[in-house]
């Protein structure tokens, strides 16, 4: 079993809409999946205008990858380098570290986690 941020095992990022590399509802990963969909994000507007501004649009419903377009408070698996460069330009949403998955720990600090941790009561 996939573990957490915090060392637990992972817990469903979300299973609607349907989430993760392996579109199984969590953020696991393996070395095919080359952009690091570790981090479980609860979607703001302003993070959604940030990443279609950045090439990602995740708003738009694309039936032909039966993908419904996310909305504020939904919970998707982001790649870990959009969420750094969305950190980065003050756009970041907030993350679930039960459903995060632990490598995203190489990149960012336990601190950074925390401070954007929509289950910061978790952490012992």
Not at 2 to 26: E, Y
Not at 30 to 43: F, L, N, R, S
Not at 78 to 93: D, K, S, T, V
């Amino acid at each position: 079993m996939a573990k957490n941020v915090l060392g637990g095992d992972l817990i469903v990022c979300s299973s609607d809409p349907m989430t993760g590399f392996f579109r199984t509802g969590t953020c696991d990963t393996c070395g095919d999946d080359e952009g690091m969909h570790t981090v479980c994000a609860v979607m703001t507007a302003e993070f959604l205008k940030f990443s279609k501004s950045a090439g990602n649009d995740l708003s738009t419903p694309r039936p032909e990858f039966e993908f419904p377009g996310l909305e504020p408070g939904d919970r998707w698996c982001l790649c870990l380098p959009r969420w750094i460069e969305a950190l980065e330009a003050g756009a970041a949403p907030q993350i679930v570290l039960q459903a995060t998955h632990m490598s995203a720990i190489e990149f960012l600090s336990m601190e950074t986690l925390i401070d954007y941790a929509v289950d910061a009561d978790v952490v012992e």
